[in-house]
């Protein structure tokens, strides 16, 4: 793998890289899942490989009072530019802070975090940025102005004039196409040929539209006059604006660029699978390992490669086992984590010596979060006494399938007490999942296919030594192509006269039959699951972020 070296000077960027999310820091509010992580993962590459590039986000400040609002003093820096979107006839004020990202190497990249909590703003235009993902269409469509139409203004008003590219992320920043058209002359070609986008979901609810009433009253004349056919005629798709004004597109592993073929008939797409940022995600005895046998893989994760030849098997066993009691010394030190708190007797706790499958992700519906409880009688003989299952989600409390779920997760411990081990985790952050990929021996992920763009958390676990235990979609089915031992794939069959029941039925079985494998091998052949260990481990010298960024540059970054 080849590397950047610094050709520019930070002030120089070639390419500006436009997130709604950016997952930096768990005491950041401005993420909400995989796209904020795997955004930041993103720029701590860029950084890292002295990529020139620069990041544009939003700062969500979530409440007026000083005790309650988020204080982005603490993590970044204000800078004293200002400049102005039109919200229906109003100039808003928008301010902004620079946050920067750091390597060990002395690099810096920065990304700029826009806010109109600013003090010339009435009430109604500074909450435009109080939350992520605000509930109404009229925040929801002005928000997404401040991100594309003032991100585009902001780095011009900071004098960077440098950009050959700007890469919208999803299409929450479609409308920075808006103000580039304005500086083009209205120049479709012109727009398209410094213009690139990455598409991240093939579920509908991920694409935002708009009725073009609520339309033209927030953004009036600065829409074109051909943003019909733009945006498609009977609503303001952002995926269809950013895909009509970009030069390339990208979706986000090899399954999901036949997925966006389906999807956007008449348009192409790279499939530039995604990565994760290594050093950001090794557990400390991760990188202890790694750093005494593999010395180089900060710098070149290619290296990891080379991790099952190159380790030895006592060293990836003492890592395995730090690891795997760094989390469950976490969870048994949080009863709350378990369904009977009140009776928590010590049986109850979790054991170094079961076999610890951990599922932590939304609960939506087409994640199927209790797909492994299908048959609870069958989940009970093949785990009897030798697995332990740990969950970790949020639920916001109106969300009623996933607090149903959570209630659910309830009642199945009480019933498999004394046999299978449950712990839920009523929260999913960066820190908790640091915990949680990293302890596992299992990463379980079972979606309906083929929802799964791409899925990164099972190439954090992979990187720790976990093994996967995953349906057949997004980056699974490169990375178990890549290596057969590290890890199961099963729910590749859909017919399409089944129902939906028929349907988690046939997969929950096959997830049985990897089940009983798993087990089988983890309590009867320990050396072969360390081998098996080791093998994983070697995918993450494929995906991870710093080849991603070399991919955008060869794939997307250019004319």
């Not at 994640?367 to 916001?396: M, S, T, W």
């Not at 399938?401 to 999913?428: H, M, T, W």
């Not at 993450?540 to 250019?558: L, P, Q, S």
Request: with cysteine.
């Amino acid at each position: 793998m080849s590397f950047f070296r610094k050709t520019r000077s930070a002030a120089t960027p070639k390419v500006a890289y436009f997130s709604m999310e950016y997952a930096f820091d768990a005491q950041i509010p401005n993420y909400a899942g995989g796209l904020g992580v795997l955004a930041a993962d993103m720029m701590h590459s860029v950084a890292d490989m002295g990529y020139p590039a620069v990041g544009v986000g939003l700062i969500y400040h979530q409440s007026e009072e000083s005790d309650k609002k988020f204080h982005p003093e603490y993590f970044m820096k204000k800078l004293p530019n200002t400049v102005k979107v039109q919200i229906e006839d109003r100039q808003v004020t928008v301010g902004a802070w620079q946050y920067d990202v750091q390597t060990k190497d002395g690099n810096t990249m920065p990304v700029y975090f826009l806010t109109t909590f600013c003090g010339d703003n009435a009430e109604y235009d500074r909450d435009i940025t109080k939350y992520l993902y605000p509930s109404t269409g009229y925040h929801r469509i002005a928000q997404e102005a401040i991100l594309g139409i003032g991100g585009v203004k902001m780095l011009k008003d900071l004098g960077i004039a440098s950009i050959e590219y700007y890469h919208l992320n999803e299409g929450h920043a479609a409308f920075s196409t808006l103000e580039i058209l304005k500086e083009h002359n209205w120049d479709d070609e012109a727009v398209k040929s410094i213009t690139r986008f990455t598409t991240h979901t093939p579920v509908p609810a991920g694409h935002d539209k708009f009725d073009y009433e609520l339309a033209y009253q927030v953004l009036g004349d600065q829409l074109p006059w051909h943003i019909r056919e733009l945006a498609t005629q009977n609503q303001l798709s952002m995926t269809d604006l950013a895909l009509n004004l970009s030069g390339r597109t990208n979706g986000v592993s090899k399954k999901h660029q036949l997925v966006c073929f389906d999807m956007f008939p008449g348009h192409s797409f790279e499939g530039i699978t995604n990565g994760v940022h290594l050093t950001r995600w090794a557990a400390p005895a991760t990188a202890a390992c790694l750093d005494k046998h593999l010395p180089k893989w900060r710098k070149d994760p290619s290296v990891l490669n080379d991790a099952a030849t190159k380790i030895p098997m006592k060293a990836i066993q003492e890592m395995r086992y730090a690891n795997k009691e760094r989390l469950l010394n976490w969870v048994n030190d949080n009863p709350n984590f378990f369904h009977f708190e009140d009776d928590l007797k010590k049986t109850d706790l979790l054991e170094m010596d079961r076999l610890t499958i951990v599922f932590a992700r939304r609960f939506v519906p087409y994640k199927r979060p209790l797909l492994l409880f299908r048959d609870l009688e069958r989940l009970k003989r093949i785990g009897n006494k030798k697995i332990q299952i740990v969950f970790a989600g949020h639920c916001h409390p109106d969300d009623y399938f996933c607090n149903n779920k959570k209630e659910s997760l309830r009642n199945f411990a009480q019933q498999l007490r004394g046999s299978v081990k449950i712990a839920v985790v009523p929260d999913y952050n960066i820190d908790i999942a640091d915990k949680l990929v990293s302890g596992a021996n299992i990463w379980l992920n079972n979606p309906i296919p083929p929802r799964e763009a791409s899925g990164t958390s099972g190439m954090k676990a992979a990187l720790n030594g976990a093994l996967n235990l995953s349906v057949l979609d997004g980056w699974w089915i490169e990375g178990l192509k890549r290596k057969k031992r590290a890890g199961w794939g099963f729910g590749e069959t859909i017919d399409p006269n089944w129902s939906d029941d028929e349907r988690d039925d046939a997969h929950a079985n096959e997830l049985y039959e990897c089940l009983e494998k798993a087990v089988d091998l983890f309590t009867k052949r320990p050396d072969e699951w360390l081998e098996n260990v080791a093998q994983s481990m070697t995918l993450a010298g494929h995906f991870n972020t710093h080849r991603v960024i070399e991919e955008y540059d060869e794939k997307m970054w250019r004319e």
